[in-house]
Every structure is written in structure tokens, then in C-alpha cells.
């Protein structure tokens, strides 16, 4: 973890010493399947269940530095996968936080939890939903992150539950968007990155 962590340093991703602190605590070899253990330190994306994959940390820590997140936050993560990034959340909003985690697949939100209930304090912050996330949690939110390409425009209630001065980040074509709500919404667009589908 340690060399991992002075890649992403040195790549310019890792730069709050909280998600510093996330990565330490939250192992991600404890969210790879035991054949891909080996390479769970690796900055790169590994496969887990249904043609998924656990997202590669550059890309994970990036969309996590852009969302500035704080503790007591409620935050949607859409696509929870193998729940490394659902536990990584977790962590970052504190005790006082929520983490809504969406998850389509039967078979990875059993995996999802199982892999974060090794963290039972992380895990206790989470609220599992097992649908798409073009469904709306019913409640507002001060930041949704994806993890998985949107082809068209996003779900209408990514916009409109979220909070004053929030932030929604999420892939699209090949390139990661990051939206803030301050009145009207704002865009940035970081082109050369790669996703899987969203559904």
C-alpha cells in the first residue's frame, strides 16, 4: 500500500492526507477476489463479478479529491461494485455521515456487503440500495459519485435532490464530469478515462 500510496503522490491524484488516511485504513485487498490479491496494490482496474471491475485508485482518488467531501456529508455512490469505494466513503463523511450505495447486480451487492461488513463501523454508515441508479434515494444529498459511464444526460434527480454548493461527479464518453450546484449548475471536464456502462 505504502508504494501505492507514493504513486499517487507522485501522479498528482493524492493530495488530502484524509483520503491518505481512507487508503491506510480501508485495505483494498480486503475487495479483490482471491485470485487478483497479488494485485491489489496495483494502480490498475481488476475484474470482480459480472464482466465488472474494481476501479483502478488513480481514478478512484481523483473523483474523490474533486467531490471535497466532509464529514457528516450525505453521499449517493452509484455502482457499488465489490464496495471499496462504498467503504472508502464511508469513511471519508465520519460517524455523523450517510452513504447511499447502489448497487443493480444481486450478486455484487452481496459482495459489496460482505466486503464492507469487515469494517462494521464503515459498514453501519451505509444504507444498501439494490436497484438502478436512476432511481432516487428519497432524500437530498450533498454529493453523488458514479462509477460506471453515463452514454446520455444523468438521472433529473442527480441534479435536482442535490444540496445547495453540492457536487455530482461522474463519467461520460471517455472523460470524467464534475458538476457543483451554486444556484445554477457548473461543468469541468477531465478527458481520458475509461468505464464501464451505466445501467
Do not use: C
Amino acid at each position: 500500500m505504502e508504494n501505492l500510496i507514493k504513486r499517487l503522490k507522485k501522479k498528482g491524484a493524492l493530495q488530502s492526507s484524509l483520503i491518505e488516511e481512507a487508503l491506510r485504513f480501508v485495505d483494498r485487498k480486503d475487495f479483490v477476489l482471491p485470485e487478483w490479491r497479488d494485485y491489489s496494490y496495483e494502480d490498475a482496474a481488476l475484474p470482480i463479478l459480472e464482466d465488472q471491475t474494481i476501479s483502478q485508485p488513480y481514478t478512484v482518488v481523483f473523483m474523490l479529491e474533486s467531490l471535497s467531501l466532509e464529514s457528516g456529508m450525505t453521499v449517493i455512490d452509484i455502482g457499488a461494485g465489490s464496495g471499496w469505494q462504498t467503504a472508502l466513503l464511508s469513511f471519508l463523511v465520519g460517524k455523523e455521515g450517510r452513504v447511499y450505495a447502489y448497487e443493480i447486480s444481486p450478486l455484487l451487492l452481496e459482495l459489496a456487503k460482505n466486503n464492507v461488513a469487515k469494517y462494521p463501523q464503515l459498514f453501519d454508515r451505509v444504507e444498501w440500495m439494490p436497484m438502478s441508479g436512476k432511481n432516487p434515494p428519497g432524500v437530498s444529498f450533498h454529493r453523488l459519485i458514479a462509477a460506471a459511464s453515463v452514454q446520455e444526460d444523468p438521472p433529473s434527480f442527480w441534479r435536482e435532490d442535490l444540496l445547495s454548493q453540492g457536487r455530482i461527479i461522474y463519467p461520460s464518453k471517455n472523460s470524467i464530469i464534475l458538476e457543483k450546484k451554486n444556484g445554477s449548475m457548473s461543468k469541468d471536464i477531465f478527458p481520458g478515462f475509461v468505464f464501464v456502462p451505466f445501467k
